[in-house]
Nanobody
């Protein structure tokens, strides 16, 4: 199983980013997916969840209305569209397979700063 996150970067408050997580080694379309984030000295925080059907999504209160999780089963990829970014969104972002908890990617760094 491989999870490869990308799309992070340095942006100003209010701007947008789209994160991608390319996956391999498992039947992507059969698994729920999640995004987490982590800042130094803090535990990893759940951000968003998408079911096998992309009609089922859930978000942490801190990102609800600003972030959108989606998936492309043909590309084995899950996305996180992040709008109206705030400095407190600064973190390393990871995708994750809830039912296969031991697998993590390297993460992608997001920095929101003026």
């Amino acid at each position: 199983v491989q999870l490869v996150e990308s799309g992070g970067g340095l942006v100003q408050p209010g701007e947008s980013l789209r994160l991608s997580c390319a996956t391999s080694g498992f039947i992507f379309r059969s698994y729920d997916m999640r995004w987490y984030r982590q800042t130094p000295g803090k535990e990893r925080e759940w951000v968003a969840h998408i079911g096998i059907s992309d009609r089922i999504t859930n978000y942490a209160d801190s990102v609800k209305g600003r972030f959108t999780i989606s998936r492309d089963n043909a590309k084995n990829t899950v996305y996180l569209q992040m709008n109206s970014l705030k400095p407190e969104d600064t973190a390393v972002y990871y995708c994750h397979i809830p039912i296969l908890p031991r697998y993590w990617g390297q993460g992608t760094q997001v920095i929101v700063s003026s």
